[in-house]
């Protein structure tokens, strides 16, 4: 497999595009529905007409013929190409993999892969597929679209033969060969032939105008001096007379400003230094360039403006690329970019154009259109899944903003959107490091669509179907299929931790689907329903079954063993069943009827409950006739602080008297040790105490390395908690708790950074203080009952059933893992229940029968929309069914390497790999749900024998019509074999077709490809 990708002829871009719309409604995987079709309005610009001011950035997207005019396609009308310089092709080294956009963006490549005639070609071959497709599916004017050519480094390069012939030849192509050679295949193809929607006539393709660019960006390195940049400039307006931007690096806003806004943002962990801000252009030096050259431009009767803004170098300090520098974008750049921006336009009064490009998306670019500030152009939201389709609801957008001439920018306007970006939560960093959103599996060759959320559930809740229940109204159906796997509805639906939302594929758009409030809406408007309608227990299985707690695993396992046959007594030592979130978790968190209800449906089914009672012995239980008992007593063991002086309250002990109002306020300074969900718990707690003025919350750590969930941390922060980081407590003294401050020092096993303690001492003020770290299991108990515990008192049990040493006797919930979430112990109570009663069997609903159908066109457009939440009931429009449209390998490829194969009597299309159009960017790889590399993984065609033979990735290659290689993935290799299969040779079947030497689905397969895809194979 190559890491260099392979140009297309033009015939053969051009039958594959009309032959995949013919065959299937979509070009390059990207579906009909998600086309752009322009109003009548446009723009002037350079002497031509645009209809969208937007597009792709130089980058991934316009590097290819197929990138260009995918996002034609979907919206954009122009187009700044990709960089040439001097350096190209096989010359150029580019580290792989070299794009990482799962958040802001990084990439280590700057200029096109391919050699500078090969790229000029592409953008040829584009410039005349966008004309013929424009006219021929009527998407708009075939005029009125823009190519923006990107050329760098230095004068001497921009001034070489190869860059000027380049140029030259984009100022006017009429006499290059891949010109002719488009004209000619055209018109030898295509004349007079009808393509969709009109026929394409000789005098159409003849009137095409061979004048692809008459603008240019100029890109320069960081450390070019201020005359190297003029003279550029200069040459490309008076020699090249073509209208010029001036491509700016972020570094003009010096050292300390980049800094400072960073870091105010959240993005304090990007590492730079301040070495490219003193080499870079200076703003002293940069102003009085830009007036000389607008006024050279003037003369010369060209535009001339700047582009905002170059990516940004930053250090490779975690190893994320190959490396040690990486370039900077997404909505990180996007807080320096619109701070540049508003400095120029303040400078030049709003007079000097701006071509925008930093962190432009659906968020923002409508204000930044309506600031003046065009053209727009985007990468970073275009390597997200939805892919090319986010441009399409962007095109929607702007077109319903008044289109005027350029007549210079509203500073007011720049101004405003500057200020709002300091606080738009678009452009925060998130508190803590985002969690991962892959899923454990590798990714298979087959039915690889999965949804991440059920996999985040460690009950495996079916999320998905009940999103789309409650989006339909359909809450008793929700409630039931909810109540299948999870009997505590209105606990999860209001504490989960929610590790669902998590993985959720919507955290790469703007905010994951709120599946938490989706299940807390259904058991609101269903629960009365609910417990009129529950199914009833299976018959008695003759297990008498003895569980010891009361807490949220206790109570699922009883839920789960009467329903399941058994006959069942719960023993809980306090007055009511909920343990930790009835008698400690703060009401302002939980509310006791929340509790009260998922009692009720816990004890609805015939279990027995005694409260106030302890449970007795093992040996007692067992002789009282219980068969199996299941121990769900929690991790009892108060936590506890060594301090050279003073002592600290346990924070169990001060929430459940903060709880019943019994707790005694010893003065109005209070902190909190700890950084848990529970020291969040506590300081919010102690913050409403009547009497308290001041909470301080010490950890050793950041807030970013903090354990407690972000959702936990955003809460105390805005209850007003004052956090205290890198502080480690020693003494308890005067009415201060004396700290040594900490530093951070290498990451640990964990991935966090090591706090290393230093003899600067910290004094906070604290009248009583709350020591929240941890509760632990009391091995002690069980080792009186007979079990056998581990090295850390834990009991050693069956990981799949969670049977202790001793038969029949189960530990579940906090008593086995240490102090976990609620949904954690409802998982374990199920290990327990499948394990005694057999696993539970359920029917889920039918849904509304276009679900899944992701060729239908609201699905199509839905993948490409940034839509925030609005409530739980609109959740499921917000849901992106990933477990039947997925293909977030295929959204998020800029050079279109996948292709989804439909296959008769598949349940899901299986995705195919491209070899000749990969490069090894590893886009895929970031949001593939699995923990894969599609571009390693999935199965791939190959264009060459050699490309085949170099691989060791499953796939196969066409030897003629019917001899063919194929290479299965070592895990399908059965699945692959037919009844006259060779030996595989190195891993590789040389098969005929027809034969019987392949399998039956691997037949059909390449059948399907031959019959329905044969584009792909020419």
Not at 488 to 495: E, R, Y
Not at 762 to 773: E, K, N
Request: negative net charge; hydrophobic residues 40%.
């Amino acid at each position: 497999m190559s890491d260099r990708m392979t140009p297309i002829s033009f015939g053969r871009l051009f039958q594959w595009i009309t032959a995949e719309m013919r065959e299937h409604h979509s070009i390059f995987a990207i579906e009909s529905a998600s086309f752009y079709r322009s109003p009548a309005h446009s723009l002037p610009i350079f002497g031509s007409q645009i209809e969208t001011p937007f597009g792709p950035a130089a980058g991934p997207n316009t590097q290819l013929a197929q990138n260009l005019v995918s996002a034609y396609l979907t919206g954009s009308r122009f187009f700044e190409l990709k960089t040439v310089q001097t350096l190209d092709g096989e010359d150029l080294p580019v580290s792989k993999p070299c794009i990482l956009a799962q958040d802001e963006c990084y990439n280590v490549e700057w200029s096109t892969e391919l050699r500078v005639e090969e790229a000029f070609a592409e953008y040829v071959k584009a410039w005349w597929l966008i004309k013929l497709l424009a006219q021929g599916y009527n998407l708009g004017n075939p005029s009125n679209f823009v190519f923006n050519m990107s050329v760098g480094y230095d004068y001497a390069g921009i001034s070489s033969p190869k860059i000027d012939n380049f140029i030259e030849g984009l100022k006017n192509a009429a006499d290059t060969p891949i010109w002719k050679e488009c004209r000619d295949w055209a018109l030898a193809n295509i004349a007079g032939q009808k393509i969709m929607d009109r026929v394409i006539d000789a005098d159409f393709i003849n009137a095409i105008d061979p004048h692809v660019c008459n603008s240019i960006t100029l890109s320069t390195l960081h450390g070019c001096p201020p005359q190297e940049i003029e003279r550029i400039a200069t040459y490309l307006i008076e020699v090249k007379k073509l209208n010029t931007f001036v491509k700016c690096n972020p570094t003009l806003l010096g050292y300390e400003t980049a800094r400072r806004i960073l870091d105010r943002a959240g993005f304090d962990y990007i590492v730079f230094d301040d070495h490219h801000f003193l080499e870079d252009l200076q703003y002293s030096d940069a102003i009085p360039m830009f007036k000389r050259l607008r006024r050279l431009a003037a003369q010369h009767n060209v535009e001339f403006g700047l582009k905002l803004t170059n990516t940004f170098p930053v250090d490779i300090a975690a190893q994320e690329l190959p490396g040690s520098e990486m370039y900077m974008s997404g909505r990180s750049l996007y807080l320096l970019t619109v701070e540049l921006a508003k400095r120029l336009a303040e400078e030049f009064d709003g007079q000097l154009r701006i071509s925008y490009s930093g962190g432009a998306d659906q968020c923002n670019i409508v204000p930044l259109f309506e600031a003046g500030i065009w053209p727009i152009t985007l990468a970073t939201t275009i390597l997200k899944p939805g892919g090319y389709q986010r441009l399409n609801p962007i095109a929607k957008a702007i077109e319903k903003v008044p289109f005027r001439a350029f007549e210079g920018i509203a500073v007011e306007k720049i101004q405003y959107i500057c200020a709002c970006s300091k606080h738009d939560p678009h452009h925060q960093k998130a508190i803590k490091p985002l969690p991962s959103r892959k899923i454990k599996e590798k990714v298979p060759v087959r039915n690889c669509f999965t949804a991440p959320c059920n996999h985040g559930c460690p009950i495996n809740q079916d999320i998905p179907q009940y999103v789309q229940l409650v989006g339909q109204k359909r809450y008793l159906e929700a409630l039931q299929l909810i109540t299948a796997k999870n009997p505590l509805p209105f606990m999860t639906g209001t504490i989960c931790a929610h590790r669902c939302m998590d993985k959720c594929t919507r955290n790469f758009y703007d905010s994951p689907v709120y599946i938490r409030q989706v299940k807390l809406e259904a058991a609101m408007q269903a629960f009365d329903e609910l417990m009129e309608h529950l199914p009833p227990a299976a018959a008695p299985c003759g297990s008498r079954v003895a569980v010891v707690g009361g807490g949220p695993a206790g109570m699922a396992a009883a839920y789960f063993l009467t329903r399941g046959g058994a006959k069942v007594t719960l023993f809980e030592k306090g007055k009511e069943l909920g343990g930790i979130p009835r008698q400690v978790i703060p009401e302002f968190r939980i509310g006791q009827c929340a509790i009260k209800r998922d009692a009720a449906l816990v004890t609805a089914l015939g279990a027995e409950v005694k409260t106030n009672t302890a449970a007795p012995s093992l040996s007692e239980l067992k002789a009282q006739g219980y068969t199996h008992i299941v121990y769900a007593v929690g991790a009892q063991k108060l936590g506890q602080i060594s301090l050279e002086e003073g002592q600290a309250l346990n924070v169990i002990e001060f929430l459940r008297q903060a709880k019943e109002g019994s707790f005694a306020v010893p003065g109005e300074n209070a902190v909190v040790i700890g950084g848990g969900n529970t020291a969040m718990d506590a300081a919010r707690a102690a913050k409403r105490l009547p009497g308290v003025k001041k909470v301080s919350l010490v950890y050793r750590r950041t807030k970013r390395f903090m354990p407690a969930d972000e959702e936990e941390l955003a809460l105390a922060l805005q209850d007003g908690v004052e956090f205290c980081e890198l502080l480690a407590p020693k003494a308890l003294r005067g009415g201060q708790l004396h700290c040594r401050r900490m530093i951070l020092g290498a990451p640990d096993a964990s991935g966090r950074r090591a706090p290393v303690e230093t003899q600067e001492e910290v004094l906070i003020p604290c009248d009583w203080l709350v020591a929240a770290v941890g509760e632990k299991v009391d091995g002690q108990f069980f080792a009186a009952q007979g079990l056998q515990i581990d090295e850390r008192g834990q009991a050693v049990v069956d990981p799949q059933t969670l049977e202790s040493s001793v038969p029949g006797v189960f530990v579940i919930g906090d008593a086995q893992r240490g102090p976990a979430t609620i949904v954690e112990a409802i998982a374990d109570a199920q290990k327990a229940a499948d394990a005694i009663v057999g696993a539970y069997k359920y029917a889920i609903p039918v849904l509304d029968e276009d679900y899944g159908s992701h060729k239908q066109g609201e699905q199509a457009y839905k993948r490409g929309l940034l839509t925030p939440y609005h409530n739980a009931r609109h959740e499921g429009q917000r849901c992106l069914e990933c477990s039947t449209v997925c293909e977030h390998c295929v959204q998020a490829c800029p050079n279109r390497a996948y292709a989804p194969i439909y296959i008769a009597g598949e349940k899901m299309p299986l995705i195919l790999h491209l070899d000749a159009l990969c490069n090894e960017c590893g886009n895929c790889a970031v949001f593939c749900p699995y923990d894969s590399a599609p571009y390693k993984e999935k199965f791939t065609l190959f264009s060459t024998e050699k490309e085949f033979a170099e691989s060791v990735q499953p796939g196969f290659f066409a030897v003629n019509e019917t001899h063919f290689k194929v290479r299965p993935a070592p895990a399908m290799l059965a699945q692959c074999l037919g009844p006259n299969s060779p030996e595989p040779v190195n891993g590789v079947l040389s098969i005929e077709l027809g034969q019987g030497q392949i399998s039956a689905f691997f037949e059909k397969l390449i059948a399907t490809l031959k019959n329905q895809y044969s584009y792909l194979m020419a």
